[in-house]
């Protein structure tokens, strides 16, 4: 199956809502489903919260007309109001329970009481549902955690992270580069890279580089590298997240005695709404890199790609023109966060040999190299 927009392209996976083919340059990825774009993606959310509306409608629509029997099993067969209001009623039931209901359900049970205040009929309302319906009834604040992926677009900012996850091949040449340029960047450590190079951690808290935390043992997370979505694996769970980051953070402290700054970067990327809530209540921020879904561009530099045959890989002047040249036409690299890495694999071409002329280009255009906290006014 080839892609609409990318003939030459194979897609492995179709749009969560409308069923399209896509490609995994093309997807958007969010609530553990992947779509075709940020139409299909928003179009998705809200028929979800119409969902929601319309069966809590329907249990109010219940509700009024079990309100309205009991009210009429109170009033006498001579009333002559009766037969008023037994069509109502009829009507009422025929519309609540062939209109609107496709499943069926029983219908609430309230008790009607005369001369009472708003506050009593609440408690006796609520005294008389189950747990999903007062859930529906005093719904739970939910809390979006973002995945933090760009700054302000209104400052000539920009921050160069680097990840450390198991080798240090350039580090000390990207740390040799940021001194000679009095640049204080944020870099996110595993546990691991900690306890292998405590000496090199602790140059970069004395050179006042922000250190954010990179997970343990930089494990998988999510199903995607299987199939392109980001749905947890079975294994991890809130506890395994709390671990994997606390004992990150311990390890830093106990090597350079500060504490490691509030952020994260998931290994490989690999995240969801699901995870970074675990790891909010941890104390932890995520941070992403910038992507331009509108141009396809990305500031991920992929330098860790090592094998030339490979379509993902770019030698060092290709990666320094991507950084520079992205969103030429737009807001280019305002408020900008690039994915680069301490240790690579490849035998040349390394991206830390062109550092000092990306540097250099920036600042010559006005922008200023700076820390994610300060990109993003969080902390200060």
Known sequence: MFYCRHPKLIAVKSCFQCGKAICPRCQWRDSHHTFCGHACHRKHLILQKVKEIRWFAIREARAFCQFLYEKATGIPIKNSFVPMILPILTLSFIHT?????????EPLAITVRLNITPEAEIKAVTANLGKQDKALLS??????IPDITRGSLLKNELSLTFDGGSEATDAEDILNVLREKNIQTTIFLTGEFIKKYPELVK???EDGHEIGNHSMTHPHLTTFEKNFKQQTLPDVNKEFITRQLKETATIFKDTTGKDMAPLWRAPYGEQNAEIRQWAYEAGFTHIGWTADSRTKQSLDSLDWVSNEESEFYHSADE??????????????VKGGIVLMHLGTDRKDSHVSAKLPEIIDSLEQRGYRIVKVSELLNEIR
């Open 319 to 332: 990666i320094k023109d991507r950084i520079l040249n992205f969103d030429k036409d737009g807001h280019e």
């Open 203 to 205: 140059k970069m808290a």
């Open 139 to 144: 719904p739970k604040p939910r809390v979006f």
């Open 97 to 105: 329970y062939t209109t609107l209901s496709l499943k069926k359900s």
